[in-house]
C-alpha cells in the first residue's frame, strides 16, 4: 500500500505577527475543554489537500510553484465562534492579493490533477478547537499581516514545511 502525507498549502505569520496573534488568544476566556492553537501552529489554510501519496510529492513541489505575487496585507478581525466549536480570527474583507493567490493555487492543483474543495473559501485563523461557549475579549483587534509568501506542509503530529514559496 502507497504511503501518504497529510497536506494543505498555509500561510504562516511572521514572528511579530504571530505574536500579537498568540497574546490576543490569550485573552479569550474559553471554556473547560477547549483546545487553544499553540502559537507555532497558528496559520491560515489556503487549500486543504488531505491525504497524498508521498511518490507525488517531487511532482507537486515543483506543480505548486508559481510566479511571483505581488505581497498584500490581511487585516485580521473578526472573531467568531464558528459550529462545532471553531474558535477562528477572519478578515474583515478579503484582500485581492489573496482571492488571486487562492485561484493560482486551485489552478495548478487542477493541473496536478488534485482536488479542490468546491465549497466557497473562508479564509481564517483557527484559534482554539472544541469552544462552543468560548468569549472572545470585549476589545477587538485589528491585526496586519504582510503576506509575501506561501508554504506546502505536512500535517503529522505537528506542522512540518515540505516547501516554502517564493
Do not use: N
Request: charged residues 20%; hydrophobic residues 50%; contains cysteine.
Amino acid at each position: 500500500m502507497a504511503q501518504t502525507l497529510r497536506l494543505f498549502i498555509g500561510l504562516w505569520p511572521d514572528d511579530a505577527t504571530r505574536l500579537a496573534l498568540a497574546g490576543w488568544q490569550r485573552a479569550w476566556r474559553w471554556p473547560a475543554g477547549a483546545a487553544p492553537v499553540v502559537p507555532e501552529r497558528l496559520h491560515l489554510t489556503v487549500h486543504f489537500l488531505g491525504q497524498v501519496e508521498e511518490s507525488r510529492l517531487p511532482e507537486l513541489v515543483a506543480g505548486l510553484r508559481l510566479p511571483p505575487f505581488e505581497p498584500f496585507e490581511l487585516r485580521l478581525g473578526h472573531a467568531e465562534v464558528w459550529p462545532r466549536g471553531l474558535a477562528v480570527l477572519c478578515p474583515d474583507e478579503i484582500p485581492a492579493g489573496l482571492v488571486h493567490l487562492h485561484a493560482e493555487l486551485a489552478e495548478a492543483l487542477r493541473r496536478l490533477e488534485m482536488p479542490v474543495e468546491a465549497r466557497p473559501f473562508r479564509p481564517h485563523v483557527t484559534l482554539a478547537r472544541k469552544a462552543v461557549a468560548a468569549m472572545a475579549p470585549p476589545e477587538t483587534i485589528e491585526l496586519r499581516w504582510r503576506v509575501s509568501g506561501y508554504a506546502l506542509v505536512q500535517s503529522a503530529q505537528g506542522y512540518h514545511t515540505l516547501a516554502r514559496y517564493p
